[in-house]
């Protein structure tokens, strides 16, 4: 049975933390947006983290039994969109998070506490 949003982005954002993601932040969309129920926003300081938490996030949304809808951005480990239905997850390179600065984008959204 797959994970409710809310337990998939418990999984998110605990896979993101396990790869030392910094400054992990989830946006509530519901009633703003259509395209998902919760956005969640992090960024690595390098490449390779970049990638390995997006590896992560991948393994730990299978586990809870949510396929995978798409993955952009891998190729170059500077920006990955993660798109897991309810739950679309950006993971940035740092000077790319700072660049595009997409929280403001969505500042209507309510930020989710975060355990």
Request: aromatic letters at 6%; charged letters at 25%.
């Amino acid at each position: 049975m797959a994970a409710t949003s809310e337990q998939l982005l418990e999984a998110v954002v605990r896979a993101a933390e396990d790869k030392k993601a910094m400054n992990v932040v989830a946006l509530n969309l519901e009633g703003i947006s259509l395209v998902a129920d919760y956005f969640v926003i992090c960024h690595g300081n390098s490449d390779t983290q970049v990638n390995a938490i997006t590896t992560e996030i991948k393994k730990q949304a299978d586990s809870v039994g949510v396929a995978l809808r798409g993955v952009e951005g891998t190729d170059t480990g500077r920006w990955v969109l993660i798109d897991l239905g309810d739950v679309v997850v950006h993971v940035f390179h740092r000077d790319e998070r700072e660049y595009y600065n997409i929280e403001r984008l969505w500042s209507d959204a309510k930020v989710v506490e975060l355990a």
